[in-house]
């Protein structure tokens, strides 16, 4: 009896070639990272080795670090610390792409700030506003939201030199206004 989804039902297709590509992909990914953990635990088994043989040459021959003598607690404690320390940096590579994107995002926005517009530019000569800046019964709404008005009968006079606060909830159009 064959599965209805069995080889034999995909014999007629391409699919077959797309699966066993998909296994050749797998089968060295799966390679790949048996090597590596392989690796990752041989180091931290010959880390291990390394810190009990140091240790025990240090305990050994009573070698004194600042007039104490080596306990064999104090040796598994630094054995665990760099361990730990290791694991934890080990951690770290992974937010690397997110530091990375961070960095850039942070150069893109101070260069956008630092950038100078044409109105005031960087010249040394400064633009000044002259006169008033008037709004006289004001409506106004988005061409894709006309059921809601974003401004109705706004009025409101800018005096030139002074600053001018617009404040109001979400959604009430002071972006609209500027």
């Excluded at 635990?41 to 043989?53: N, R, V």
């Amino acid at each position: 009896m064959v599965h209805a989804f069995g080889r034999e039902k995909l014999e007629g297709g391409n699919f077959c070639k797309y699966l066993d590509r998909t296994k050749d992909v797998q089968k060295a990914a799966n390679f790949s990272q048996s090597i590596g953990h392989g690796v990752l635990l041989a180091t931290i088994l010959g880390f291990y080795a390394y810190a009990f043989y140091w240790g025990g040459y240090l305990k050994w021959n009573g070698l004194e670090n600042r007039d104490e003598e080596y306990t064999g607690g104090s040796i598994i404690q630094v054995m665990f610390c760099v361990i730990l320390g290791a694991i934890l940096l080990g951690g770290a590579a992974n937010h690397l792409k997110a530091i990375t994107e961070a960095k850039v995002a942070g150069k893109v926005a101070f260069d956008t700030v630092e950038t100078c517009s044409g109105v005031n530019s960087c010249s040394g000569s400064k633009a000044s506003l002259v006169g008033n800046i008037e709004f006289k019964s004001v409506s106004f709404s988005y061409p894709t939201r006309k059921d809601q008005q974003v401004l109705k009968d706004f009025s409101c006079t800018l005096e030139a030199g002074k600053t001018t606060a617009l404040v109001g909830p979400s959604g009430s159009g002071k972006s609209t206004v500027v």
